[in-house]
């Protein structure tokens, strides 16, 4: 007996139609999978870079002659994340919030700060859960000036938190006593993105064994 061949028989309930179709349905979906997904996996694991205000404290330091509070301000990637390349850091704005006198701004901004590792403006590579140090700058003290005669003091001490700059052999940038919004722009190869900080500077005279935040408060803005 020859075997009896069955036209419309399927698989899965489906039919040479319905097969088609969905041949091209995957081939569709593998090609916009193929076109699209890999600029979609970049922007996801693109460099997460941020300025890590929260440890300024704990990388900074007094000098040895306690002339001057040194900041080191750590740029960290996040975990997971390409290395970012070609980082630089700008300071881009400051906003006066609350100050003792009124401070004369400067107006050439924006300028790039400096890299502890080498003084440049541009850090070669930060990789993903790693981070390096940034030359924020440093605070200085003036001590009040005291006259015994009149048992008078002309003024308090005074403490400036100066920026350490790609220009700061040529123009000072410093802030004294007061609250200011300050915000930075930070940049790789691929990324751009700003962050905005408070800062506050204090009125205590630089002297051993006191914290960073006696001098200086900088936290999120």
Known sequence: MSPILCSDSTFLHLDATAWTALAVIVALALGLYGAFWPPVAAWFRRPRLRLDVERLAKHSELSNDCSQFILRLPVSNRKGQRAGTEIEVFLESVQEQDGARRVQLPTYLPV???????????????????????????????????????????QTDVNELVFQT????????GLPLGSYKVEFLITSASTAHRQSVSVSVRSEYLRKKLPLSDYIDVRPA
């Open 112 to 154: 790039r700060l400096l890299w502890c590792h080498g003084h440049s403006a541009v850090c070669d590579r930060i990789p993903g859960a790693a981070y390096r140090l940034l030359d924020l700058g440093y605070v200085i003290s003036e001590p009040g000036k005291y006259d015994p005669t009149t048992d008078t003091a002309d």
């Open 166 to 173: 790609e220009i700061s052999n040529k123009f000072k940038v």
